[in-house]
């Protein structure tokens, strides 16, 4: 199958943006539908990339829009809110639009540790998402669906290591929750690459790949690296699960929710796979290798220009 044009749902957020870069350095064509023009400006620049602000929640506006794509790549997702309508209802609209159009391949984006039985709404609402989906290709062999289940994803523009880089610059002392908490993080170029790579791909359909790079790390050694590269040296507290939860809840209360409890909860499972990056996609770069040169002091001016865009939501 030839993949000329694709629907990028999500595409305006820190992956969508990579995956959008790797598709139109390929010559694909890409649309990425937004629920606001200005989040998806900086998408513009690229040569095959088209913007439209359509609310993709209407199942007949979605449905209009993919029926003018040969692929369609999901990655809506949240961190906190209405998990239900966005990881469940939503891939079911997309699935079920894509049946209708007459799309046969499907691109679905969860979670390392997704689960209906998992600790935490976010992984059972990932969980149920999944199985939605499945459920819908099931029933329509026609449609070809590919999950990926990324660990934590960085990258210049990640909410992860930029915050922790922000907070270790603010606080001469951290209190961090859940400092044994596990993760195997993942580059997004490497994710993006994965994604892209999987659409025209026969052996991926039907398949579901953890994306994991190549080292697992603590949460606290993760701070310890970031507060390294950025060359501060700050004292880390780790806080017990009762104090961790706590502090979730507080800050959970706070504008902008840096953590809440459900958070917590996911972080009770170790973000890890005893399976490597799947070689079929190349190989996953190590932080080591990657962060220094985005968060590094040769990087200051360019991370700072970064928080501008995040502080006026650009
Ligand atoms: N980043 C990670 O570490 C990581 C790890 C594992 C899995 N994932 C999953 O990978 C996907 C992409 O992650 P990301 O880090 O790129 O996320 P992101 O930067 O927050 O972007 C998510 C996109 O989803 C859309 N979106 C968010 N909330 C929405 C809502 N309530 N209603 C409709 N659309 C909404 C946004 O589109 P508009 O604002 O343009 O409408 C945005 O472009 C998500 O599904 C995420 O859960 C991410």
Same mark, same amino acid.
């Given at each position: ?8 749902? @999500?595409?305006?957020?820190? $992956? ?7 598709? %139109? &350095?390929? @010559?694909?064509?890409?649309?990425? +539908?937004? /629920? *606001?023009?200005? *989040? ?16 993709? #929640?209407?199942?007949? !506006? ?10 369609? $790549? ?5 961190? *906190?809110?209405? #998990? ?11 699935? !079920? ?21 998992? +600790? %935490?709404?976010?992984? /059972? ?29 960085? @990258? ?14 603010? #606080? ?10 596990? #993760? =195997? ?8 690459? &994965? ?11 039907? =398949? ?5 790079? +190549? ?16 060359? /501060? ?10 104090? %961790?939860?706590?502090?979730? %809840? ?10 809440? +409890? ?16 799947? &070689? ?20 200051? @001016? ?6 501008? /865009? ?5």
């Amino acid at each position: 199958m030839i993949v000329n044009k694709v629907l990028l749902i @999500g595409g305006s957020g820190f $992956i969508g943006t990579s995956v959008a870069e790797q598709l %139109s &350095a390929k @010559g694909i064509f890409v649309t990425v +539908p937004t /629920r *606001r023009l200005n *989040r998806a400006n900086h998408l513009l620049l690229l040569p095959t990339v088209d913007v439209v602000e359509v609310d993709v #929640f209407q199942a007949s !506006e979605l449905e209009a829009l993919v029926g003018h794509h040969d692929a369609v $790549i999901n990655l809506n997702g949240i961190l *906190r809110g209405d #998990f239900e309508r966005v990881h469940v209802a939503f891939p079911k609209i997309v699935a !079920e639009a894509c049946v209708k159009a007459g799309v046969s391949r499907l691109i679905h984006m969860s979670a390392l540790n997704a689960d209906i039985n998992g +600790p %935490s709404e976010y992984l /059972r609402s990932r969980g149920r998402g999944e199985a939605v989906v499945w459920t819908v290709a099931k029933a329509n062999q026609s449609l070809n669906v590919t999950m990926f289940r990324p660990s934590v994803v960085f @990258g210049e523009r990640d909410k992860f290591l930029n915050l922790f880089a922000r907070l270790i610059k603010v #606080f001469p002392l951290m209190l961090l929750g859940t400092p044994n908490a596990q #993760f =195997q993080p993942v580059w997004v170029e490497d994710v993006a690459r &994965a994604i892209v790579t999987s659409i025209d791909l026969p052996e991926t359909r039907n =398949q579901t790949y953890g994306l994991v790079g +190549p080292k697992v790390y603590t949460l606290r050694e993760l701070l310890e690296f970031v507060a390294a590269v950025i060359g /501060r040296h700050r004292l880390i507290v780790g806080l017990g699960p009762a104090l %961790s939860l706590l502090q979730a %809840s507080v800050f959970g209360m706070l504008p902008g929710k840096v953590i809440t +409890p459900d958070n917590v909860r996911s972080m009770s499972l170790p973000s890890t796979s005893d399976q490597p990056f799947p &070689a079929l996609f190349g190989r996953a770069a190590a932080l080591e290798n990657v962060v220094p040169a985005y968060l590094g002091s040769a990087a200051g @001016g360019r991370a700072r220009y970064q928080q501008f /865009r995040d502080a006026a939501g650009r």
